[in-house]
């Protein structure tokens, strides 16, 4: 065998090594990118219905303490 090929053979699995480092390198850092807009994504779904919680407590609160005759309840509760 030539000294030469088996120097060009040596040097072509390194480059393949190579290319295969980086494409593993960018492949991870894809999926770590996906999985942070995933929870960002939950994130913001969270913070919306949080949101329409609060306005709905606000709207409807004080009707539905209204609607309610606490003291009949509590007596209810205390007389069962």
């Known amino acids: 065998m030539d000294p030469e090929s088996n120097r060009a053979d040596r040097s072509g699995c390194g480059i393949i090594a190579r290319l295969r480092a980086i ?3 960018g492949k ?3 999926v770590a990118l996906r999985r942070a807009q995933t929870m960002t994504e939950y994130g913001l779904i969270l913070a919306a219905i949080a949101a329409v919680v609060y306005v709905a407590y606000h709207t409807m609160g004080s ?3 209204s609607m309610v ?3 009949i309840i509590a007596g209810d509760l ?3």
């Open 69 to 71: 005759i606490w003291t």
């Open 78 to 80: 205390s007389g069962s």
């Open 63 to 65: 009707n539905v303490y």
């Open 28 to 30: 991870e850092r894809i």
């Open 23 to 25: 494409y593993l390198r």
